[in-house]
């Protein structure tokens, strides 16, 4: 099983709203990531956990609240959000670190519209 | 600062003819250079990483080589087909965090 699950697809919701978006690997990896794209935007980083461990918060503002509860599961808590929130929210895994002889696997991601 | 620059301009070619893509950075080091191909709407797709002591490595129709001297990699796809069209992604890693930075990517499109 060489996957990523994001879950949902697609998310709208409202300015007051608290929502979740879920992240699923079952490979054994260790490190975890969120990344936020734009379109036409390369691949954002916002949140590295490393054995479950946060190791990066790129400055994201407090509406937005990762949390990996397993070595499998990557959460991010959505809260208060604003329109200008509204991307693509991808999620990748890799045996870590990724990049020494490893690569990142990416789900799909998740298409978050806030209204 | 460190960067990670890819011309932006998106790249037209023919089908058959080869397609090469830069990727140029600064103040990475050691150096791992990947590369990641991205679909409209989709998560990219790791392609090939090189490594700052690697001069060049292969995949089947795609070629990467790394310049340490010019702190450049360079992403050629050989006999282009239109299924090749997509967006190309270099990425550099930075050990401390396990931090995977992109570049901003070039759209690729083969015509038949």
């Known amino acids: 099983d060489t996957e990523v699950t994001q879950t949902p697809k697609h998310l709208v919701m409202g300015m007051t709203n608290k929502k979740s978006l879920k992240c699923e690997q079952h490979m054994g990896h260790r490190a975890m990531y969120w990344y936020k794209q734009k379109a036409k935007k390369p691949p954002e980083l916002m949140f590295v956990?490393?054995?479950?461990?946060?190791?990066i918060n790129e400055s994201v503002p407090s509406r937005f609240s990762p949390e990996c509860p397993n070595s499998s599961l990557l959460n991010l808590h959505l809260h208060a959000l604003q329109p200008e929130d509204s991307a693509l929210y991808l999620c990748?895994?890799?045996?870590?670190?990724?990049?020494?002889?490893?690569?990142?696997?990416f789900g799909q991601g998740t298409r978050l519209t806030v209204v | 600062s460190q960067k990670i620059e890819q011309n932006s301009e998106a790249l037209n070619i023919q089908e058959g003819k080869t397609a090469t893509l830069t990727c140029n950075y600064t103040?990475?080091?050691?150096?791992?250079l990947q590369w990641y191909r991205q679909d409209p709407g989709r998560g990219p797709v790791f392609l090939l990483l090189i490594r700052e002591n690697e001069k060049e490595k292969r995949k089947e129709r795609l070629k990467v080589t790394f310049d340490t001297t010019l702190k450049q990699s360079l992403f050629h796809i050989t006999a282009s087909q239109p299924a090749d069209s997509a967006t190309y992604l270099c990425a550099l890693f930075k050990a401390a965090g396990n931090k995977l930075t992109f570049g901003g990517g070039t759209r690729v499109l083969v015509k038949p």
């Open positions: 956990y490393s054995y479950e461990k946060l190791s």
């Open positions: 990748a895994s890799s045996l870590p670190p990724a990049g020494l002889n490893t690569e990142a696997f």
């Open positions: 103040n990475y080091s050691p150096a791992y």
